[in-house]
């Protein structure tokens, strides 16, 4: 049956290095959450680790086409699924699949999801603007409201995140991404999507009593589902 298994699964394609830190975070959980007693068993990866896609939060950076290109690349590498381990970076998502041929497995899709699946009407997400645009757009989908920080605690938060781009994953950035999600709560969020990729590298599985959901962890386990036929390949978007 393993060997059935690791002739039969699917080559996954990963879109990368934004940042590459949470990139090695979300490859090191794909290992863990498959169920593998040889190297044969895991699934392929084809990665692109491209730390110098332009900036995803400055508006015409051109970073669809450079997600573009890496997605086709992929395609032509052999890749026969993609993910990416970037929530803002889903604002290409279906550039990204037009120019590769291939499905996306949806971060945003898949933290949203979780939220439902937990009962929340009111669900926190600690992103950047981009990233709060998409979760705003699914959580409303599925009848679900959403909370956010405050202006002034959204710039603050974005600075955060650059400290944790430049390598500081310290007890201050700590304490402060944990505030940002009290301040969430606060707000009446009933769970908090950590909704920038970074931010799981300093926050813990609770905020308080509140779950806190970590979409490339499930992004994770998803990938292996679907790789292995544990899970429908996701649909292609109509064009």
């Known amino acids: 049956m393993a060997e059935e298994?690791?002739?039969?699964s699917l080559?996954?394609?990963?879109?990368?290095g934004m940042g590459p830190a949470a990139t090695l975070e979300f490859l090191a959980k794909l290992q863990a959450f498959t169920p593998a007693k040889r190297d044969q068993d895991h699934i392929r990866v084809l990665?692109?680790?491209?730390?110098?896609?332009?900036?995803?939060?400055?508006?015409?950076?051109?970073a669809g086409a450079v997600l573009a290109e890496m997605a086709g690349a992929l395609a032509g590498a052999g890749a026969e699924v993609l993910a990416?381990?970037?929530?803002?970076?889903?604002?290409?998502?279906?550039?990204?699949?037009?120019?590769?041929?291939?499905?996306?497995?949806?971060?945003?899709?898949?933290g949203a999801t979780a939220a439902r699946d937990l009962g929340a009407?009111?669900?926190?997400?600690?992103?950047?603007?981009?990233?709060?645009?998409?979760?705003?757009?699914?959580?409303?989908?599925?009848?679900?409201?959403?909370?956010?920080?405050?202006?002034?605690?959204?710039e603050e938060f974005m600075a955060t995140i650059?400290?944790?781009?430049?390598?500081?994953?310290?007890?201050?950035?700590?304490?402060?991404m944990a505030g940002y999600a009290a301040d969430l709560i606060a707000g009446g969020a009933e769970a908090v999507i950590a909704g920038c990729t970074?931010?799981?590298l300093v926050l813990g599985s609770q905020a308080g009593r509140i779950p806190m959901i970590d979409p490339g962890e499930l992004l994770a386990r998803r990938c292996v589902a679907v790789c292995l036929g544990r899970e429908p390949v996701p649909a292609m978007p109509t064009i």
């Open 121 to 154: 009407r009111r669900v926190g997400v600690i992103g950047t603007k981009g990233a709060l645009r998409l979760y705003r757009e699914y959580l409303a989908a599925q009848a679900m409201g959403l909370v956010t920080l405050e202006p002034e605690r959204q």
């Open 198 to 200: 970074e931010a799981p």
């Open 5 to 8: 298994e690791a002739r039969s």
């Open 84 to 110: 990416m381990p970037c929530n803002t970076a889903h604002a290409h998502a279906d550039l990204i699949q037009r120019a590769s041929g291939l499905p996306l497995i949806d971060l945003i899709a898949t």
């Open 47 to 62: 990665m692109d680790l491209n730390p110098k896609v332009p900036d995803r939060n400055v508006p015409g950076s051109g």
């Open 162 to 176: 650059y400290k944790i781009k430049s390598g500081d994953l310290g007890p201050a950035v700590q304490r402060e």
């Open 11 to 16: 080559v996954l394609g990963v879109l990368g």
